[in-house]
């Protein structure tokens, strides 16, 4: 069923409509005082399934959109995108996606924590991994980790730039980190940095998968052939993990709680998207595909890879947690620096609330009850769009993952 043009009604509540591929709006439906913005083109069967969101013209608040990844159209754009009238099917979507939008927007605005690090309990005798810790909120998480006593590796792909950030918590701290070499983007590398990790440790307590690229040129591809964000923040990560599992499970026997835990950094990015299995290698359809939502299913994944940690795991002691930290201002957003300077003027918060999310996670009793759980900012328990949760979706990811590491 669908509704005519000539019908003056609203198909769905202002101020959002979707449609599939080839929809347009009607022009009832768009009055020319408003802006459209097409919102998060999803596969979907075989068609795309795309939202558009009206909202005020103001340019501020279009600017601000385009820079998370949300491209803004005209209304007259939009009506001629295609000869269709939207279809009334796609209603109940709306309110989904729009449900998802709005998580991203509000957990920009999180208020106050609170949680914060001095509430964090002495760590004398735990071992903790950070991959990505020699900046931003790594290195804030790191940061916080020596100044409770534990014992941390800080798991980079640069050593200059490691050996420089460990001395410099040395002199902020007192304390010292430990350099373990590790490219995420090189299946050999984390091969090589766990094993390494291995030979020094016979236990490990905490793995905190922070490390990521984001928004990275479509050109780069990883040494092994995937889709570098994919490859990187989800690969990579899945990996360093399996290889570690041995080491976690140890670490759960003298843990005072008998469990071992791995947190792993997702973002809001993941509400945005879902995946689509045609880009994760270096394919035309990748090629044809934003950054930008390469990011965001990257993200996704990992909300999904942590859940699959916990469902496999938790018999074993394994506490498995994924989370958003936060409109961060860090060094992730070096690949867009326009955007990143927008951002930074109205959204961006300081590095050191990025931390606060996975350092609660990590180390906190009360995070024992959320395995398998995606928390928001700042140290809450929050919900992740519907497919990370969808156990059939989890388990081919999980066996597509194995499949592809298996032998490199």
């Not at 001095?118 to 020699?134: A, Q």
């Amino acid at each position: 069923m669908s509704i005519s043009s000539r019908t003056p009604r609203r198909v769905c509540p202002k101020p959002v409509h979707m449609g599939t591929a080839g929809t347009r709006i009607s022009p009832e439906l768009l009055p020319e005082s408003e802006s459209v913005c097409t919102f998060s083109c999803d596969l979907v069967g075989s068609g795309r399934r795309c939202l558009a969101l009206i909202y005020p013209r103001p340019p501020s608040r279009r600017k601000i959109l385009d820079n998370i990844g949300i491209q803004t159209v005209t209304p007259a754009k939009a009506l001629r995108a295609s000869p269709n009238i939207l279809d009334v099917s796609s209603v109940m979507g709306v309110f989904e996606e729009l449900g998802y939008l709005w998580q991203v927007v509000a957990q920009l605005f999180p208020g106050k924590p609170h949680f914060k690090t001095e509430d964090i309990p002495d760590l004398t005798g735990k071992v903790v991994i950070v991959t990505g810790g020699n900046v931003g909120i790594g290195r804030e998480t790191i940061k916080a980790l020596l100044q409770h006593n534990a014992k941390v590796y800080m798991a980079s792909r640069n050593k200059d730039k490691a050996t420089a950030a460990i001395q410099a918590l040395k002199e902020e701290t007192g304390k010292e980190a430990i350099f373990l070499e590790l490219d995420l983007s090189v299946l050999a590398s984390v091969r090589k940095a766990a094993a390494e990790f291995l030979s020094k440790e016979p236990e490990l307590h905490i793995l905190f998968n922070n490390a990521g690229v984001m928004w990275c040129p479509i050109e780069w591809v990883t040494a092994d052939g995937f889709d570098m964000q994919f490859g990187t923040n989800v690969i990579g990560h899945f990996l360093f993990t399996e290889l570690l599992m041995p080491a976690l499970f140890a670490g759960t026997s003298s843990s005072p709680d008998h469990h071992a835990r791995v947190v792993t950094t997702a973002s809001s990015g993941a509400y945005l998207n879902t995946l689509d299995w045609d880009t994760f290698k270096d394919t035309s359809q990748r090629k044809k595909t934003s950054p930008v939502v390469l990011y965001n299913q990257s993200k996704l994944a990992n909300a999904i890879v942590a859940r699959q940690v916990a469902k496999q795991y938790a018999d074993k002691g394994i506490i498995s947690i994924s989370l958003n930290p936060g409109g961060i201002d860090t060094e992730l957003q070096r690949h867009a620096p326009k955007q990143r300077a927008i951002m930074r003027a109205t959204i961006l918060q300081p590095v050191a609330m990025g931390a606060l999310t996975q350092l609660w996670a990590g180390v906190m009793p009360e995070a024992l009850n959320h395995n398998g759980e995606f928390l928001i900012p700042w140290a809450r328990l929050g919900k992740c769009r519907k497919e990370a949760y969808d156990d059939e979706v989890g388990q081919r990811l999980w066996a597509w993952l194995l499949e592809q590491t298996k032998e490199i």
